[in-house]
């Protein structure tokens, strides 16, 4: 019996609430845009001084920019479109391909109970929301 993609998805945010992980998508591009456009007014403003004022002023503006706000991963993952939740699913399966047999229940009985099992899905998990997502992740508070 094939386990539904909501069920893998809840199993995923369980792995990752265990270990607190959350994940901020970062806007590097926005941030040297802001930080450009700042140093360049400052220039056109000030000259030489203005245009050392507005690159200080723009990165500090580009830095908080890109700094992101960090959500649990649970939430990000129940918040994927679905065809992101299908990749996320077929990269789930392939680490679990040998466990076809199982139901939703004995498959999540089978990896919450097995670290090592734990470990290789999580290593998945942060792969895909750092690739797919261009997110930075965080374990902890």
């Known amino acids: 019996m094939p386990v539904a993609m909501?069920?893998?998805m809840r199993l995923l945010g369980s792995i990752s609430e265990e270990k607190k992980m959350r994940a901020a998508v970062k806007h590097s591009g926005r941030g040297a845009v802001v930080t450009g456009a700042v140093a360049f007014v400052g220039g056109l403003?000030?000259?030489p001084p203005g245009l050392a004022v507005g690159g200080a002023?723009?990165?500090l503006l580009g830095a908080w920019m890109t700094s992101g706000q960090f959500q649990p991963v649970p939430q990000?993952?129940?918040e994927l479109p679905p065809t992101e939740q299908q990749?996320?699913?077929r990269e789930f399966t392939a680490i679990v391909r040998g466990l076809d047999g199982m139901d939703a229940v004995q498959l999540v009985?089978?990896?919450?109970?097995s670290e090592a099992l734990k470990e290789q899905?999580?290593?998945m998990l942060v792969g895909y929301v750092t690739r797919e997502l261009g997110a930075e992740v965080r374990y902890g508070d």
């Open 121 to 123: 899905l999580l290593a």
């Open 76 to 78: 990000i993952l129940m």
């Open 6 to 8: 909501g069920d893998v």
């Open 45 to 47: 403003l000030g000259g």
């Open 109 to 113: 009985a089978l990896v919450m109970g």
């Open 87 to 89: 990749k996320l699913l």
């Open 57 to 59: 002023v723009g990165g």
